[in-house]
């Protein structure tokens, strides 16, 4: 069985692509390298440098590696850079779904995996999402998220198409050493960065309506997540009918502020964050129930906040140039 994996060499399809090839399945990559990175990909997976809104090219590959299902990755995915760039974030993750249904569609591949987000949920009015809290995206890139799992859902309508979407947040830490998150955006990468490069880590705000000001969030390792895809394909490749959605989370928050206390004492470096001003589209709290996930996928959270640091920080120590 080979599974195509789209935004196979960014930092979360790379650790799927790896996550699949443990498990006895072949995969092959489509990256349009906008952000991801070449040697992200193992040297004996197939590579095609492509975009996703290729669909005549997506199904052509689809047929020639005889794929079953898809992983699908791919995407615009900086929820305040979305804000100011709307355009590009719909063309990205909206056409770019259509563009990969149209090339399954041609290829009859009827599996596929969505890497959605906990950004559909904007800022919920509840301590903890579950797959029924109503869906409130506050940027463009949590309603183009929200978007696509609708088209799979309408698609599925029209064609035989069998789905499932996991909604996740902060993806963070490393499964390998040479794995990173290289985001310019992300706050790990950005307090990294700049403790390599000795400046004072920044944190978006500290008025937020929160315990300490701080924006709280639920972060996973991308290895935990990682493991969700491949079960979620595998179920789907042996005929199992899943939930259209799934939060991929740990139902407790963390806030920047203890984030930062954790990389100190992960590095050893002592500092005291900068204040910065808000980032737009950023919500004040989001904690998601994997509940789900956990009785469908067998999603289980498997490292502590101090694993995540600690990973995050070895790999990229590892890659001196980014």
Request: aromatic letters at 6%; proline letters at 6%.
């Amino acid at each position: 069985m080979t599974v195509l994996v789209t935004g196979g060499a960014g930092y979360i399809g790379s650790h799927v692509v790896r996550a699949f090839r443990l498990a006895g399945l072949d995969c092959v990559v489509v990256d349009d390298f906008s952000s991801g990175h070449h040697e992200f990909v193992p040297d004996d997976v197939p590579l095609i440098d492509n975009s996703v809104l290729e669909s005549t090219i997506m199904a052509k590959a689809m047929v020639e590696h005889e794929v079953e299902a898809v992983v699908h990755l791919a995407g615009f995915k900086y929820a305040g850079v979305s804000v100011h760039r709307p355009l590009h974030t719909y063309e990205q993750n909206v056409q770019g779904m259509v563009s990969l249904l149209q090339a399954m569609h041609e290829a009859d591949v009827d599996k596929i995996v969505f890497s959605s987000s906990a950004a559909v949920y904007g800022t919920p009015d509840v301590d903890t999402v579950t797959e029924q809290t109503p869906p409130a995206p506050e940027s463009p890139y949590g309603e183009s998220k929200l978007i696509g799992e609708w088209l799979l859902r309408d698609a599925a309508k029209a064609f035989p198409l069998h789905h499932t979407s996991l909604r996740y947040f902060n993806v963070v830490g490393s499964a390998v050493p040479d794995l990173y998150d290289s985001s310019p955006h992300n706050l790990f990468p950005l307090v990294i960065e700049a403790l390599l490069e000795d400046r004072t880590p920044r944190i978006n705000g500290d008025d937020y309506p929160t315990p300490d000001g701080t924006c709280v969030r639920d972060y996973v390792h991308v290895a935990d997540l990682a493991e969700a895809h491949v079960v979620a394909a595998q179920k789907l490749l042996a005929g199992t009918e899943l939930e259209p959605v799934y939060n991929l989370g740990s139902g407790d928050g963390v806030s920047v502020r203890q984030i930062m206390t954790a990389v100190a004492e992960a590095t050893g470096i002592a500092f005291e964050p900068e204040i910065a001003e808000r980032r737009p589209g950023d919500p004040a709290r989001i904690v998601a129930s994997g509940e789900l996930a956990a009785r469908d996928l067998g999603w289980a959270m498997r490292h502590s906040i101090a694993d995540m640091v600690t990973s995050a920080w070895q790999a990229r120590q590892n890659h001196p140039i980014a």
